[in-house]
């Protein structure tokens, strides 16, 4: 803490955070996708993992894994960049009024909580991009919308929905990120205290461990509201204009009544291959690049 106050001010120390988390974040993704897609797939009721790789690879080839890559790596440059850098600024702010002691869990869940909320905010457009990008393919021909890229889609959605159309689905992507960032924030630096303090383990190990327990909670506690994030974000309205669902809340009661709570929970595994690795690698990239930057003195 001490070195930090020692570095010269000004407009790097406080963008620093925001500029490694998303980085970390968009290595990340690049990593992730492919299982991002099939989870993707999944939940929109096409079949197992199994069944989904080898449906893609046979009727849309390889590059089908990578597609909305581009609104992939934009929602971690939006999304994750805020999220990272405001826990960063949150959890800095209270160890300082905490005189320097290390934060109890539940002030970790809270910054976790704030900065998922901001970070959804910040990243809703290019999250809607992502989702409709993904879900292109599993509709109709006539139905598809058949963007380019990111900035495609963001452009058409405004052109063709209008402005407010980018926060679509931006309640329960909200929730949804207050979760995942609660239960991946706090549960990480709970893990690395406990991995490291009272275990001993080295670095990497405590890196890793606490990048498993942090990648499981975070996929438990926000699951059910990304699964219903999807389907409010892919719905398209019926031949009279009507949509299957009025909100998040009448998603959650109608799937709750039709499925039960375990279709909340639909493509829980490969949903936690993919956060858990996603957690791993952005901690590790994160590690990498702050140990890069010191090195040259940043």
């Given at each position: 803490?001490?070195?930090?106050?020692?570095?010269?001010?000004?407009?790097?120390?406080?963008?620093?955070?925001?500029?490694?988390?998303?980085?970390?974040?968009?290595?990340?993704?690049c990593?992730?996708?492919?299982?991002?897609?099939?989870?993707?797939?999944?939940?929109?009721?096409?079949?197992?993992?199994?069944?989904v790789?080898?449906?893609?690879?046979r009727?849309?080839?390889?590059?089908?894994?990578?597609?909305?890559?581009s609104?992939?790596?934009?929602?971690?440059?939006?999304?994750?960049?805020?999220?990272?850098?405001?826990f960063?600024?949150?959890?800095?702010?209270?160890?300082?009024?905490?005189?320097?002691?290390?934060?109890?869990?539940y002030?970790?869940?809270?910054?976790?909580?704030?900065?998922?909320?901001?970070?959804?905010?910040?990243?809703?457009?290019?999250?809607?991009?992502?989702?409709?990008?993904?879900?292109?393919?599993?509709?109709?021909?006539?139905?598809?919308?058949n963007?380019?890229?990111?900035?495609?889609?963001?452009?058409?959605?405004?052109?063709?929905?209008?402005?407010?159309?980018?926060?679509?689905?931006?309640?329960?992507?909200?929730?949804?990120?207050?979760?995942?960032?609660?239960?991946?924030?706090?549960?990480?630096?709970?893990?690395?205290e406990?991995?490291?303090?009272?275990?001993?383990m080295?670095?990497?190990?405590?890196?890793?461990?606490?990048?498993?327990?942090?990648?499981?909670?975070?996929?438990?506690?926000?699951?059910?509201?990304?699964?219903?994030?999807?389907?409010?974000?892919?719905?398209?309205?019926?031949?009279?204009?009507?949509?299957?669902?009025?909100?998040?809340?009448?998603?959650?009661?109608?799937?709750?009544?039709?499925?039960?709570?375990?279709?909340?929970?639909?493509?829980?595994?490969v949903?936690?291959?993919?956060?858990?690795?996603?957690?791993?690698?952005?901690?590790?990239?994160?590690?990498?690049?702050?140990?890069?930057?010191?090195?040259?003195?940043?």
């Amino acid at each position: 803490m001490g070195e930090e106050k020692a570095k010269p001010k000004g407009v790097w120390p406080a963008v620093k955070p925001f500029v490694n988390g998303g980085s970390a974040g968009m290595l990340a993704t690049c990593a992730i996708q492919p299982i991002d897609m099939i989870k993707v797939r999944i939940q929109l009721g096409q079949g197992s993992a199994a069944q989904v790789t080898k449906n893609m690879l046979r009727n849309e080839g390889v590059k089908a894994f990578y597609k909305g890559l581009s609104a992939g790596l934009l929602r971690q440059a939006t999304y994750t960049t805020a999220r990272l850098g405001s826990f960063r600024i949150l959890t800095n702010k209270a160890v300082a009024a905490n005189d320097g002691k290390p934060l109890p869990l539940y002030q970790k869940a809270l910054c976790g909580l704030t900065a998922g909320a901001i970070g959804a905010c910040v990243g809703n457009p290019a999250d809607l991009a992502l989702i409709r990008m993904q879900a292109d393919a599993t509709l109709p021909p006539a139905q598809r919308r058949n963007y380019t890229n990111a900035f495609n889609a963001l452009y058409r959605i405004v052109a063709e929905e209008g402005v407010l159309a980018l926060w679509k689905g931006a309640g329960p992507t909200v929730v949804r990120a207050m979760a995942l960032n609660m239960g991946m924030l706090a549960s990480y630096d709970q893990s690395v205290e406990f991995f490291r303090d009272s275990l001993g383990m080295g670095e990497a190990a405590t890196i890793g461990g606490a990048s498993a327990v942090s990648g499981f909670f975070a996929a438990a506690c926000s699951l059910p509201f990304d699964y219903v994030k999807t389907q409010i974000q892919k719905m398209q309205p019926d031949a009279e204009g009507r949509y299957p669902y009025t909100g998040s809340l009448d998603c959650a009661l109608k799937t709750l009544k039709s499925g039960g709570p375990l279709k909340f929970y639909t493509g829980f595994p490969v949903y936690c291959v993919r956060i858990a690795p996603h957690v791993m690698l952005t901690w590790i990239f994160l590690n990498q690049i702050q140990k890069l930057q010191k090195g040259v003195g940043l």
